[in-house]
């Protein structure tokens, strides 16, 4: 068992602080994290809240999981690990990307392998 609890089905007014005066009846808690969208800062609907002992994040499971708040039912379990995500790769120069962007070669537009447009000849005999 984990002492950190996902908890979902958040209504939009709900802030940290009202998830520390819902839960800290049921423990001691060492952190709390809502989860807000980067650009508008608004809740996204769920948080993790961790506990300082396992015993306190099941009583608050039991306590809390499916009650209602703020006219919805709370989803409160036991928060699995974060996933272990693959390293990003970085498309950012064009050698990487196999060609160029503008050819002087009689061409047309585009370039090699990942360029846009391509391999079309517009020769003017």
Do not use: C, W
Not at 41 to 69: C, H, M, P, Q, R
Not at 98 to 125: E, K, P, Q, T, Y
């Amino acid at each position: 068992m984990t002492k950190k609890l996902y908890v979902g089905n958040l209504a939009p007014a709900v802030d940290s602080e009202a998830l520390r005066s819902l839960f800290s009846p049921h423990g001691t808690i060492t952190s709390i994290n809502l989860i807000t969208d980067r650009q508008t800062g608004a809740s996204k609907g769920y948080g993790f809240v961790e506990f300082d002992s396992e015993a306190e994040a099941l009583a608050a499971i039991e306590a809390l999981n499916g009650t209602d708040n703020n006219g919805q039912a709370l989803k409160v379990a036991a928060a699995n690990p974060p996933e272990k995500r693959a390293p990003k790769k970085n498309f950012g120069s064009r050698e990487r990307r196999g060609g160029s962007f503008g050819r002087d070669d009689n061409r047309g537009g585009g370039g090699g392998g990942g360029g846009s447009g391509g391999g079309r000849r517009f020769d003017r005999r």
